[in-house]
C-alpha cells in the first residue's frame, strides 16, 4: 500500500511536468467541450445538455490512450525494469497508474460540468451520485482498456496502431462525438456491442433526466464488471521487459475483455431501450428552442420543461 | 570457501534454440568484490539477472543470501541492490525524487542526502534526469542502488558507454564501496576494471567460466610471461615465431602476433634477425606484462573485445 501511494504521488508529480500531459489532458478535452457546447449547440442550454454527457464521457474515455502509451514509453526506455528490481509489484505500478489518472481526469470532468453550468447554463447536470458513479467507473475501466492494451503490443508503433484502432470505433460508433440516433440502423445496433455507449448513454441520461444509480444499473455495473476484467487482464499480461513478447495466447486472451458487452449488446439488441432513450433525447435536442440572437448562450425560459422531469 | 553469500551451481539459461549460460559455478564471499568478465553476449547479464530474480532460470542452484531469487523474491529485493544495464528513469523525475522514492520501497534505508553527497550528486540533486549526463545518470544508477544499505550489489556493466575519465570517477565510487566492505557482483567487458576493482574475477564465454581466481592468479597463469604483440609488414610464416628465443606462446590476433616471452630483450633480438633473414619488416611493436586479456586469449584464441 505504501508502494502504491509513492508511485501514485510519482506520477501525479511526473504528469504536471509533461507538456503532453497538459495538451492531451486539458487543452483536447476543453477545446472539444467548447466546440461541441458553443458550436453544435450554439450555447442553447438544452442542447448543450444533450452534448454534456457525451462531451465528459469523450473526456473520460481518452483515459486509455495516456496510460497504454506511458506504460509502453516506461517499458521500452527500461524504466519498468528498475522498478522490477525494487520491491514493487505489477499490481502496485498498475493501481499507481489506474488512481494517478483518476485523480488528474476527475478535477478536469468536474471543471466541465462546471463550465456547461456557468457559461452555458446547462439546466442541470443531473443526480450527482449516478454522474460521479458513472464518471469513476468510466476513468477506471478505460484506463484499465488502456493498460490492457500497453500489455498486448510490443512497441510504441503498435500500441498507437491498436489505440486508433480502438479510438475510432469508440468515439465514432458510441455516440460520443455525433448522436447514436442520428446514426443508420446498423451502426445503431452494432454501437450496442461497445462499452463506450453505455459510458455516453449513462452519463447523458443522468444529465438529461436525472436517472438514479438505479435506474443506470445496467450501465454502471456492466462498465463495473468490465473495470474488473480489464484490471485483472492486465495484471496477468503485464511485462516488465521490452524484450518479454507477447505469445499468441495472451493476446486470444485479451477477446475476453469484450466478452461482457457482447452479452450485453445482445440483450440491448433485443429491448432496444438504449435506442429509443437516445432517440428521445436526440428529439429532445432537436426540439430546443433557439436563442434570440446567435452566439450568446441563454437560460431557459422559466415555463420550461422542468429539468430531470424528462 | 567458508562463507558465500552468494552460490551458483550448473547454472542453465535458454532463449529458445539458444543456450545462454552453459552450466556456470562460482561463489562470492561476504566483503568481497567479484567480477564476472567477458564479451559481449558471454552470457554475464544474463547469470546476473537470474540472480536479481528478474529471470527464471532453466537448471542449477542458485542463492542470493540464502535465498532462492525466484522462491524468495520479496525477501531478496530488500537484500540486495542493483545497478541495471539499459535501465532509466522518467526524464521529468528529479535526482532527490528519484532516491526518496526508491528509498520508500524498502524496510531498510539509507539517509538520500548523504548518499548524494558522497556520490558527487549533491548539486545536481533538484536537476531532471533528462538532464544528467550519462556519468551522472551512472552515478545516479549506483547511489540508487544502495538506498537499502544492501548486502549485496549488482553492478552490471556500470561504465559501459562512459569516456575514460568519467570511468574513473565510477571506479572511484566503487572502490568506495569495496572500502565500506559491500559484497559486489560486477560485470564487465574491460580489463582495467576487472583488474583494477575485482578480489577474485571469472572469466566468462559462450555462456562457460573458462578461467576464475584473482588477477594475480590468473595473470600468473600465463606463466610468468612478458606480452609482445607485432605487426609486419607481411605476414609471418606458420610457426616461425614460436620458434624464437624465449618465447613460450605464439598466437595470431586481428593481424598482430602476440608473444609471451619469458626473455623478452633476446626475443626481440632473434625477432629483428628472424624478420631481416625473411625480408619482413616490423610495423610495430609493444611491449607489456600479460593481462586478464591475454589470459581470455589464451583460453579462447580471440580478444575480448571481439
Known sequence: MKNFAALTRMRIQIAFRNKMFFFFVIVMPFAFFFLWLGLLAKGIPDRCAFYLGPVVAFNVMGSFWGLSATLVLFREQGILRRFHVAPVTASDLLASSIVANYVLTLPIVALELFFARVIFHVPSLGNPITLFLLVSIGIISFGSLGLVVASVTNTMQETQVLNQLLWLPLIFLSGATFPLAYMPSTVQRFGLFLPATYLVNGVQQTILNSATPWSRYVEILSLSVWACLTFFLSAQLFRWEPEAKVPRRAKLLVAATAIPFLLLGVVENMSDRILVEAKTALERFDSASRPPSVGIPIRPPATGKPSGSN | ?306
Not at chain 2, 56 to 80: F, M, N, W, Y
Not at chain 2, 115 to 128: A, E, T
Not at chain 2, 268 to 292: C, D, M
Request: net charge negative; glycine share 8%.
Open chain 2, 1 to 306: 570457501m567458508a562463507n558465500p553469500i552468494l552460490q551458483v551451481e550448473n547454472l542453465v539459461k535458454r532463449y529458445g534454440e539458444v543456450e545462454a549460460v552453459r552450466g556456470v559455478s562460482f561463489s562470492v564471499e561476504e566483503g568481497e568484490v567479484f567480477g564476472l568478465l567477458g564479451p559481449n553476449g558471454a552470457g554475464k547479464t544474463t547469470t546476473v539477472e537470474i540472480l536479481e530474480g528478474l529471470r527464471t532460470l532453466d537448471s542449477g542452484q542458485v542463492s542470493v543470501c540464502g535465498l532462492d531469487p525466484q522462491r524468495d523474491s520479496d525477501a531478496l529485493k530488500q537484500e540486495i541492490g542493483a545497478a541495471l544495464q539499459a535501465t532509466a528513469l522518467p526524464d521529468k523525475m528529479r535526482v532527490i525524487e528519484a532516491i526518496r522514492l526508491f528509498a520508500s520501497f524498502y524496510k531498510r534505508q539509507r539517509d538520500p542526502q548523504e548518499l548524494l553527497k558522497r556520490f558527487g550528486l549533491d548539486d545536481k540533486k533538484n536537476s531532471f534526469y533528462g538532464q544528467l549526463s550519462g556519468g551522472q545518470k551512472q552515478r545516479l544508477a549506483l547511489t540508487m542502488a544502495l538506498v537499502n544499505d544492501p548486502r549485496v550489489c549488482f553492478l552490471d556493466e556500470p561504465t559501459a558507454g562512459l569516456d575514460p575519465q568519467v570511468r574513473r570517477e565510477i571506479y572511484e565510487v566503487i572502490e568506495e564501496l569495496r572500502r565500506d566492505k559491500k559484497t559486489v557482483l560486477l560485470t564487465t567487458h574491460y580489463i582495467e576494471e576487472a583488474e583494477r576493482l575485482c578480489d577474485r574475477v571469472a572469466i566468462i564465454d559462450h555462456g562457460k567460466v573458462i578461467a576464475l581466481g584473482t588477477p594475480r592468479e590468473l595473470k600468473a597463469r600465463s606463466g610468468g610471461t612478458t606480452r609482445i604483440e607485432v605487426r609486419l609488414s607481411k605476414p609471418a610464416s606458420d610457426g616461425v615465431l614460436k620458434t624464437l628465443e624465449g618465447v613460450v606462446d605464439s598466437r595470431e590476433v586481428d593481424g598482430a602476433y602476440v608473444l609471451h616471452s619469458q626473455r623478452p630483450p633476446q626475443t626481440i633480438v632473434s625477432l629483428v634477425k628472424q624478420l631481416e633473414a625473411q625480408g619482413n619488416e616490423l610495423v610495430s611493436l609493444e611491449i607489456a606484462t600479460p593481462s586478464l586479456e591475454d589470459v581470455f586469449i589464451e583460453y579462447t584464441g580471440r580478444r575480448l573485445r571481439d
